[in-house]
């Protein structure tokens, strides 16, 4: 009997995903592919855990750039000018936001990421009791 549904069952998923990518402004995993081809091309130091010293993992940045590129993409339709005039290496970036929501810093960040030629993270700083707040913490840091 599963058999049998199988050729169905198949054939609604498909109709389904097509549906969907068509409300999506992109297949998400192509999108998922971008971001991992542009993290893989990040230096870092990652530990046998999948962390860097700072607490930075880039599994858990790929999984959660996803929802951050589609906001910077298609919501705030952000348009980023000049990034190619960022020295190389390390520097400070600083972002002056004036409401509750960094929105801005989340999408300076996506910036660097996804249209930085290398691509860079960006490592945020805050109020000094963000880092206490339950998952938060560990949110902000990874």
């Known amino acids: 009997m599963a058999d049998a549904l199988q050729?169905?069952?198949?054939?609604?998923?498909r109709t389904l995903q097509e549906l969907v990518s068509g409300f999506l402004p992109l297949s998400t995993r192509d999108l998922k592919r971008e971001i991992a081809d542009r993290l893989?091309?990040?230096?870092?130091?990652?530990?046998?855990?999948?962390?860097?010293?700072?607490?930075?993992s880039p599994k858990w940045?790929?999984?959660?750039?996803?929802?951050?590129?589609?906001l910077y993409r298609h919501y705030f339709r952000s348009v980023c000018f000049d990034i190619d005039r960022l020295p190389p290496g390390r520097m400070l970036l600083v972002a002056n936001h004036a409401g509750q929501l960094?929105?801005?810093?989340?999408?300076?960040?996506?910036?660097?990421?996804?249209?930085?030629d290398p691509p860079r993270i960006a490592r945020g700083m805050a109020e000094y009791f963000i880092p206490r707040l339950p998952w938060l913490n560990v949110a902000l840091t990874r």
């Open 102 to 116: 960094p929105f801005d810093g989340a999408m300076i960040s996506t910036a660097l990421l996804m249209e930085a």
């Open 7 to 13: 050729p169905i069952t198949s054939g609604v998923m």
């Open 40 to 56: 893989a091309r990040i230096p870092n130091r990652i530990n046998d855990y999948g962390y860097d010293a700072y607490g930075f």
């Open 61 to 70: 940045m790929q999984s959660m750039a996803v929802p951050g590129v589609l």
